[in-house]
Structures are given as C-alpha cells and as structure tokens.
C-alpha cells in the first residue's frame, strides 16, 4: 500500500456523492506527477483547489484496470478551517452496524435489519422471496444491459440491485449506478456485506435480497458485484464466482434463480471466447441450486453451437434449465446509458450484449405469466 500527500489543483463540483479532483503528487520514484483522485461524501469532508490531502496511490501505481483515479483517504487542510480532517457526520438514525470493519476507514452505518432501523418488524418477519425472480450477473456491466431489456417488455416493474461486496466497496464508485438510479431504470440500491452507499444498508446477500423484496417491493430483484472484477486466470481465482453464490441465495430464499451468461466472440484471450470460463465454472461447479440459463436466440449457428457445446461440456445443460430466447434488440433502449465491458461498445461485441439482454427479456416473461397467471 503508498500512501501519500497530494495538492490539489482543480476541485470539481461535487455529484451523487462523489467529488473529482485533480492533482499533483510524487509518485513512486518521488517525481511529482499530476492525476486525478475521488473523494466520497461518505469518507472526507469537502475539498477546495489548494488543499493537502492524503491519499491512497496503489491501484494507479500498479496500473490496474479499474479507476484510474487514487481515493482519498483525509483533507489534511480541513482541520485549518476549523473541521476535521477526515469525515465524522455520524449515520441517520443511529446506525450501529459497521462496515469496512477493523479498518482504518471502518464506519457506522443504519442497516436495514438492525432494530433502530424503521423496517426492523418487517425484516423480522421476512424469511422468503415467495418466487421473485433473481437475475445475478457476474460482471457489473451486465446490470444495465439486464435492467434495460427487462424495461423493455416490462415497463412498470420495480427492479431492485443489491450489490455484493466482491469488487468495489463503494456504491458511488459506479458511474453506471448512479445514472441508472437518477434515470429510474433501477427503483432503489442496496450494499450487502461491507459494501456501502446503496439506499438501503444490509449486513448480508441473504437479508438485502429479503429487503429488496419486503421493503423494496421488488417485482425483479438484480444481484452483482460492482465494478473491478478481480481475475487471475485460474478457474477458480476470480470474483465471478459471487454470481453462484447468489444463485445459491435465491434459491434458500425461495426466489427463482435466473443466471446471466457471460458471452463473447470479442475477447482475445481464449478463456473468455464463447461462454467466458467465469461462467463456466460459476455455473458448471459452484452453483447448487437448479438455475435458469438464458441464451439468446440471436447467435449466429455458429456462436450457438459452440455456445451449446460449452454447456453440454461443463455440465451446465444437466445441472440447470437452459433456455432459448428470442426478442428484437433493436427495441432495447439503452436509457442513455454508454455501456461497455473490457472498454467494448455494443457494436464490438455484440454476444455479450444479447447474452446479457436475454437473462432480462427472459425475467420479464416470468414476471408476465406470474403476474397474468
């Protein structure tokens, strides 16, 4: 981990909880550098142009994928102004559950379980999604896609995403979270585990996937973890292993597992070609509970029979339901939103897109049947 102090050259306005810096500091051979840092409402009080801060350079350093832009951690500067320096508001209605637990950044947050919460007495009693469908995704940016083409045939259903704490913690770090909860796509947010910042706290996948149902009154509950999925080309050492975890969870809570197939005939690495092997093994090897895998029907005969031959192979065509689904891409609106997975459009890979859509159109038609009996 590099900690340093950084001076901040350019404070922009702040937006959903998130304020964008830009910045000069040394970096890892003491040259000073300019880039950009995040400084969460949740974290560190208000920063001004001028200011010392002290922030966490690490994932630059290393230049991982995700971010691109270092977390600041305290405004050295705050305290001059008569403030602290990092931020110490304590959590509407005297939450007492912690997240980010025995960490330096550990803080106290209203869980919707915990008895100050207002909807105590309803998570008391909640012990069962009684059939609401949940779609669980392995990467974060098949959330919209799912979101939108569910929208699509469905218009007036409340979706609900409790997002898990595999990847990034904070729910303000996802751009795509924000915008889809300001355009109405998603009807409310909820971080589980240690992740935080959604509009409803959970302590656990279990009890937010409840709330998400009886407090949210979620017609279709969406599950992932956010964005940074950790990979290390194994089978087993990746994060999309969270998305048979929540199949898992659904299926205790009565809910109806519905799996997202990660797809592309894009991706360079061979892994991914096809069905991605996170999926592969999420599905193949992880997942207990009996889950329904939609695919588009929109492949080309080629991409279909390979796709197949992958979910014959891996067993998944035995352990679950996989079904064909058919529907007019075209009609899919985006809702704004400019979606990409691994920095590709909807036009450099197609297939991870219709995979996505189909996990979506598929939860809309269950929606309709259960709804119109």
Request: hydrophobic fraction near 40%.
């Amino acid at each position: 981990m590099r900690l340093v102090i950084a001076q901040v050259t350019k404070a922009h306005r702040t937006r959903n909880g998130v304020q964008r810096l830009s910045i000069e500091y040394p970096d890892a051979k003491g040259k000073y550098t300019s880039g950009e840092a995040l400084r969460y409402d949740e974290l560190a009080p208000l920063c001004e142009e001028g200011d010392s801060v002290l922030i966490n350079t690490t994932a630059v350093d290393l230049g991982l994928g995700t971010g691109g832009r270092s977390p600041v951690l305290a405004n050295l500067s705050a305290i001059e102004r008569g403030g602290p320096i990092v931020f110490d508001d304590p959590a509407p209605g005297g939450g007492h559950i912690m997240k980010l637990r025995y960490t330096p950044l550990q803080h106290e947050v209203l869980s919707v379980e915990e008895p100050a919460s207002p909807f105590h007495g309803i998570m008391d009693n909640a012990i069962s999604l009684k059939g609401t469908p949940v779609i669980c995704c392995e990467l974060h940016s098949q959330v919209p896609l799912v979101a939108t083409a569910l929208k699509y045939k469905q218009p007036g259903a409340r979706l609900v995403y409790c997002m898990t704490d595999e990847a990034a913690l904070l729910a303000a770090f996802s751009t795509l979270l924000v915008q889809m909860r300001t355009t109405g796509l998603l009807d409310a947010s909820i971080t589980c585990g240690q992740a935080f910042g959604g509009d409803l706290e959970a302590v656990n996948l279990y009890s937010g996937m409840l709330a998400a149902s009886a407090v949210c009154e979620a017609d279709v509950i969406i599950c992932s973890q956010g964005p940074g999925l950790v990979g290390t080309a194994t089978r087993f050492g990746h994060g999309g292993l969270s998305q048979a975890t929540a199949l898992n969870a659904a299926s205790v809570l009565d809910g109806v597992p519905i799996a997202t197939l990660r797809v592309s005939f894009a991706d360079a690495r061979l892994r991914h070609h096809g069905v991605s092997h996170h999926s592969l093994t999420a599905l193949g090897r992880v997942c207990l509970a009996k889950t329904i895998v939609p695919f588009p029907a929109s492949l080309t005969p080629e991409q279909a029979e390979l796709v197949e031959r992958q979910l014959q192979e891996s067993g998944i065509t035995t352990r679950h339901e996989v079904v064909k689904v058919d529907f007019n891409e075209k009609d899919i609106d985006l809702f704004g939103l400019e979606v990409t997975t691994m920095g590709r459009t909807q036009s450099d890979d197609p297939a991870f897109f219709s995979a996505s859509f189909a996990a979506g159109v598929f939860a809309a038609q269950l929606l309709d049947t259960r709804q119109n009996g």
